[in-house]
Nanobody, 125 residues
């Protein structure tokens, strides 16, 4: 069983930056592809970004390309999401997730095995 705990959310003005962290425990972190998803009020959970087990491959949603950067540190059992040039439409609860499946399906939420509780990101205009 893998436990995931997100941190780093908060309130920021448009154009600002935040760095989210997801700390993992209870499993072999390096065997999981990791993803970030988000869910805004009244909307479905959507894919944001994913990173492969080794960190060698990444995939971004078009809405965040060029603004967000995912990274991971397998020695520290952590994955990070650097968010720059934030926009009000980025406001959502951000969830970290771990998947034992192929990176091919990394954009599909139902393929993830473990989820964190989420951290709120609010971007004011």
């Amino acid at each position: 069983q893998v436990q995931l705990v997100e941190s780093g959310g908060g309130l920021v003005q448009a154009g600002g930056s935040l760095r989210l962290c997801c700390a993992a425990s209870g499993g072999t972190f390096s065997t999981y592809n990791m993803g970030w998803f988000r869910q805004a009020p009244g909307k479905e959970r959507e894919f944001v970004v994913a990173i492969s087990r080794s960190g060698g491959s990444t995939r971004y949603a078009d809405s965040v390309k060029g603004r967000f950067t995912i990274s991971r540190d397998n020695a520290k059992n952590a994955v990070y999401l650097q968010m720059n040039s934030l926009k009000p439409e980025d406001t959502a609860v951000y969830y970290c997730a771990a998947s034992s499946r192929s990176f091919i399906v990394a954009e599909t939420a139902r393929t993830y095995d473990y989820w964190g509780q989420g951290t709120q990101v609010t971007v004011s205009s």
